[in-house]
């Protein structure tokens, strides 16, 4: 048996690493700091050691005490917890839980829709049968106008069609309410396309629309940029290029820095490392007179990109038909 | 449009590679949607004119053919070709050269005759068929007059070149002509350098004076009304004559990327894409009193246009019409009576300037798409290429002997009015694009896409060019300067706006919020297209859909009255690919119409078929069933706080018996039930197919506000019976009857058993309740709960005559 204080710390060491269950650990425990314990033993000595040394050596051997008693309940609390109780084989599956999902165009349609939110955008909506009014002649596409030729509409009776983009629930706000304006519509559009890989005849758009005193089309970067970097990545950057919408001026078309290759060029690209979004611009003059407001104090800039369009460069998707086929081998990946 | 590269380089010098050339145009709004580079493929193919033909001794299919190569020679060669005659002149690759495909050429005998080489078609010179006349591609190519003897093929048809599909937005019908991109080359050429546009860069003729014309034809011009046409200049072309034009000329229309058709066509179509200007062709002497006469038509005026269509224009189309008539829909197309055919010896070619809007009117309004109408819609140059072109058109005459001579050309609205200057104040601009420019940055900019400025101060007066009809009011001049700078070396801030929080529709947010619980209870949401057939939903006897007046098929000539046919299409394609089971909800609008008038509505569609849960090893397989509907509907109303009853419902798209309409109060929310077979059968179901419908808006208007009430913090008794009744008996009489009677102290009914057949007697089912009790202030004694339970037992027994099968503590 070990006497002195570190050969009792350095045998009681030995002694818990090779205890093999918790019966050996108590065993251990009675063979330390039972009656007839080593640790015991030494607490004894302590009254019939002189006054100058009883004071040190008492304390001494208190802390070895306090850390044996420590030491085995370590041990014990291992040794309890690494028992092996069960054999469960978990490459079984779990119990089938409900496997609902939201439809891709609805989860980025909602991302776009938060992080607008978050900017203190309000989120308008309009009815999909619109006024050939408020879908072309309100925006400054007036009938036998080339622009029209853009936009090949769906008619159901004179003057009524189906609206062919989320534009004109911008005229619609304008009309109902005073600037400052600050909103976005997200919704079903409708264009007379021929089906194939890039088009189907109903696709969902955002819209944004920012009116006030003093908005500029150093706004209109500044707001693209944090819509791209909120759904994109905070590294995805912005590029305008001239383009025309008959209701913006100056008009733009909106690139983005490639999402899958980071800008560096890839198929998704074509190599430009650039792809291009949506259209966006400075609201048209004509466009804020129409629903009467005073152009010499209130300008704005507006935007429209499509959703789909975002969805299939965000998941690299090739093939526009799929939103609408609904397989559940397509709408459970996202 | 499409135009190759050897064009432009005949129109301006520029040193941009095509790559860069493409990269910069797109920089100031010009598109190049694709590029196609061609090279010479063949080698050794050379342009001889055939001096002798004559038959091969034996072989009757063949042609003996002698060929004049020039300075390089003659030789022979044997041919089965048809259309080769003594005089024509066409390309021949000679031996140790190569067709397009890789062919090698050698000497080859033909019976005892030697052959040193192979006359070619376009196809072995690998040629544009698309630029190429159908006699062009009949055989042997034959070159026209001009094309020289002896030399090398790809010197003498220009072969390796690159074309550009250009594709311009509509604001940029400047830029649709060969002169037009020449000039945006220019201004890319004017801010590369930092120098003033100049069109005295551009290589293209350009006269500024009518041309000079005998004047010993008659023929006289009226404008009506200038404000729909601003001028109008005809030339009359005397002793015309027929035929191909020029090798040189047709060489021009490859590099143009027109298909050659005649003289005349050819040289119309060469004005229209070099100079963007639209020309017409009349017969001067089919033109009645040979008067042209610029108005708008007269109700029930008609005229029968080139392509022999009757057309009937609207009262108020801008027409030409001479003595007698209509003769042509101004800028979009000339009427079949007046046109140059072969007996035609004297032409009078139109140049005009028509009003945009009115030429787009017609042309949509008679459903005629032609090149002109596509230009004047966009907008030609009424200055420049009014002035210019007739003198082109003359001088082109000359060039191609189309006949002996100008004579007389009459005109109407000339001069073109200048435009007049606009004022543009710098902060303006800067104000509106945050950008921190002054007036000299300005003028600077301008000056490269020459446009005239001048500074007062800090306001520039400018002037557009008579080409930029598209810059009339100030914004547009912001516009230039933005592209002139570059769209990209705009700074970029966000706005600073006043703090506040974005909102959305309540009917929105419960779009969602549905969304969310029925992801959560385990269905997949689809978005289906809203199109569906007509006849098939008449044919489910739903009330008549709004008609699509132009649908893209007839499978899709209506808007759904319903999210059934959507949903029913998704389903069949998921089960048609070996699912078991597809359980999907869609949220999305339907329409109605009555009368004149349109309806939409948000509706929540929900579809189960097959099996609702899959099985594995832990998991038995639940199919879909009515019960599994009704559920998800009970959660969903339950969670959104909407109370509700249920009635059997007369919705035709659910079978008779097994289907309910849920209402809320006085509000009807939505029906449930089993698709009917037939309608299922309709859309391609084969099987049982459970399908709710809800409003959305109706479900909005019910939702109730939330308020705390009272619970009890002791714990309650649980008490079952099970009772016999009549199979007639409804499960929510029995629960009427139990929540009567259990009192103020019953909290809960639960039923756990519905159970018909076995050992119980015909007509008899037994139904099992589970019933829960509870005090808010204090526990339960079993003896009073055991009381409740005996009255309702009683009350069951009295009142149905249900025997009571068993208790149970």
């Not at chain 1, 203190?120 to 309100?138: H, R, T, W």
């Not at chain 1, 650039?274 to 259209?279: K, L, N, R, T, V």
Request: proline share 5%; glycine share 8%; hydrophobic share 40%.
């Amino acid at each position: 048996m070990p006497s002195t204080l570190d050969e009792i710390r350095t045998a009681l060491e030995q002694r818990l690493t090779a205890a093999r269950d918790a019966q050996d650990v108590r065993n251990a425990q009675i063979e330390y700091l039972g009656k007839k314990g080593a640790v015991t033993a030494l607490l004894k000595q302590i009254s019939g050691l002189a006054e100058d040394q009883r004071r040190q050596f008492g304390e001494q051997v208190n802390a070895l005490k306090q850390w044996a008693l420590q030491a085995f309940e370590q041990r014990l609390s291992n040794l309890t917890s690494t028992a092996r109780r069960y054999d469960i084989d978990f490459s079984l599956p779990g119990q089938l839980m409900p496997a609902g999902k939201k439809h891709i165009l609805t989860q980025v349609e909602e991302e776009v829709e938060s992080v607008f939110l978050s900017m203190g955008f309000d989120i308008e909506e309009g009815p999909e049968i619109e006024q050939e009014y408020y879908n072309f002649e309100a925006l400054n596409i007036p009938a036998d106008h080339p622009a029209r030729d853009m936009q090949d509409t769906f008619y159901l009776a004179p003057g009524m069609l189906l609206r062919t983009h989320t534009s004109p629930i911008q005229v619609r706000t304008m009309k109902r309410e005073h600037p400052p304006i600050r909103m976005i519509a997200t919704g079903t559009c409708y264009r007379r396309d021929a089906v194939d890989a890039s088009h189907t005849p109903m696709f969902t758009q955002v819209e944004g629309l920012v009116i006030d005193k003093g908005i500029t089309f150093a706004d209109l970067k500044g707001v693209l940029q944090e819509f791209v970097r909120g759904v994109f990545g905070s590294s995805t950057k912005v590029k305008l290029l001239p383009s025309f919408f008959p209701f913006v001026e100056p008009g733009a078309e909106t690139a983005i820095s490639c999402p899958i290759c980071g800008g560096r060029g890839c198929p998704t690209c074509k190599g430009s490392g650039w792809i291009e979004m949506g259209g966006s611009g400075m609201v048209h003059q004509n466009v804020l007179r129409e629903v009467g407001y005073d152009t010499s104090i209130y300008q704005g800039f507006a935007f429209g990109w499509g959703i789909e369009r975002i969805a299939m460069i965000k998941y690299g998707i090739r093939d526009i038909r799929m939103f609408y086929d609904n397989d559940l081998d397509f709408l459970g990946q996202f | 449009m499409r135009v190759k590269l050897s064009a432009l380089h005949a129109a301006i010098d520029f040193d941009y590679t095509p790559e860069k050339l493409v990269t910069k145009l797109g920089d100031i709004g010009i598109e190049i949607e694709s590029t196609e580079r061609t090279d010479v493929m063949f080698k050794d193919v050379f342009v001889a004119r055939i001096t002798c033909t004559a038959l091969h001794p034996t072989h009757h299919k063949l042609q003996l053919i002698d060929l004049d190569l020039g300075p390089r020679g003659t030789t022979s060669v044997c041919t089965a070709a048809t259309n080769v005659r003594e005089g024509d002149i066409i390309p021949v690759a000679i031996p140790g050269g190569k067709t397009a495909d890789g062919t090698a050429i050698a000497t080859r005998m033909f019976g005892t005759v030697e052959s040193f080489g192979m006359l070619c078609s376009w196809k072995e010179l690998g040629l544009d068929g698309d630029l190429l006349s159908s006699e062009e591609k009949e055989g042997i190519l034959h070159l026209g007059s001009g094309a020289i003897v002896g030399s090398p093929f790809e010197e003498a048809w220009p072969v390796a070149d690159t074309a550009f599909e250009v594709s311009v937005t509509p604001d940029r019908g400047d830029a649709l002509s060969v002169l037009g991109l020449a000039r945006w080359i220019e201004v890319l050429k004017a801010r590369d350098t930092d120098q003033p546009f100049d069109m005295g860069d551009i290589k293209l003729p350009l006269p500024s004076s009518l041309p000079r014309a005998r004047n010993d034809g008659d023929l006289s011009v009226t404008i009506e009304d200038q404000s729909l046409c601003s001028s109008y200049i005809g030339v009359l072309v005397q002793d015309v004559a027929s035929g191909p034009s020029s090798h040189a000329f047709r060489t021009q229309l490859y590099q143009l990327c027109v298909r050659p058709v005649s003289r005349i066509v050819d040289m119309t179509n060469l004005c229209l894409k070099q100079y963007g200007q639209p020309t017409h062709a009349f017969d001067y002497d089919r033109l009645q009193e040979h008067r042209i006469i610029v108005r708008t038509s007269l109700p029930g005026e008609t005229i029968v246009t080139l392509d022999g269509m009757l057309r009937s224009p609207e009262s108020g189309t801008l027409i030409i019409a001479d003595a007698a008539g209509p003769v042509a829909v101004a800028g979009v197309m000339g009427g079949l009576a007046s046109s140059v055919t072969a007996a035609t010896t004297r032409i009078v070619f139109e140049i005009a300037h028509f009003d945009p809007r009115a030429v787009a009117r017609a042309s949509r309004h008679l459903g005629i798409k032609s090149d002109a109408a596509y230009l004047y819609e966009r907008g030609t140059d009424p200055g420049l290429t009014v002035r210019a072109v007739p003198s082109v058109l003359s001088a082109l005459v000359r060039e191609q002997c189309l006949g002996s001579y100008v004579s007389r050309v009459a005109s109407a609205g000339i001069p073109v009015p200048a435009k007049l200057p606009l004022s543009l104040d710098v902060d303006q601009v800067n104000g509106y694009l945050g950008s921190n420019l002054d007036a000299t940055n300005m003028r600077t900019l301008f000056g490269y896409e020459g446009i005239v400025s001048k500074v007062t101060g800090t306001t520039l007066s400018v002037t557009p060019p008579s080409f930029r009809g598209d810059l009339t009011s100030w914004p547009e001049y912001v516009e230039e300067i933005v592209r002139m700078e570059g769209y990209d070396e705009f700074p970029s801030h966000t706005p600073n706006l006043v703090l506040r929080r974005g909102s959305e529709s309540p009917l929105k947010a419960l779009c969602k919020r549905l969304r969310q619980m029925l992801v959560g209870i385990g269905l997949v949401e689809s978005r289906t297209v809203s199109f569906v057939r007509e006849s098939s939903v008449t044919a489910m006897g739903l009330p008549p859909a709004p008609l699509v007046l132009n649908p893209l098929t007839v499978d899709w000539d209506a808007l759904r009255p319903t999210m059934a046919v959507g949903l029913a299409g998704a389903a069949v394609r998921n089960l048609s690919r070996g699912r078991e089971g597809f359980a999907s909800f869609e949220i999305g609008k339907t329409f109605s119409v009555h009368g004149q008038s349109f309806d939409e509505e948000t509706r929540l569609g929900l579809l189960l078929a097959g099996k609702w849960q899959d099985a594995n090893w832990t998991t038995p397989t639940t199919p879909a069933s009515i019960f599994v509907l009704k559920g998800i509907i009970e959660s969903v109303l339950r969670d959104l706080h909407v109370p509700f009853g249920v009635v059997s419902s007369d919705s035709p798209l659910l079978e008779n018996g097994a289907s309910i309409l849920v209402s809320s109060e006085t509000t009807p929310l939505g029906t449930l039930g089993i698709l009917r077979h037939d309608v299922g059968a309709l859309l391609g179901l084969e099987r049982d197919t459970f399908y709710a419908e809800f409003s959305v808006d109706a479900l909005l208007e019910s939702i109730q506000p939330i308020s705390f009430k009272e619970f009890s913090r002791f714990p309650s008794l649980r008490r079952d019976i099970a009772v016999l009744v009549d199979s007639s008996m409804t499960a929510g009489q029995l629960q009427t009857i139990v929540a009567e009677h259990g009192g103020p102290l019953l909290k809960a009914i639960v039923v756990f058993d519905n159970f018909q057949g076995g050992s119980l007697p015909e007509g008899k089912k037994s139904v099992g309740f589970s019933m829960e009790f509870a005090s808010p202030d204090r526990t339960l004694f079993g003896e009073e709960v055991d009381a409740l339970v005996d009255s309702v037992e009683a009350a069951l027994a009295t009142r149905l005559g249900g025997i009571l099968r068993r208790t149970r503590v």
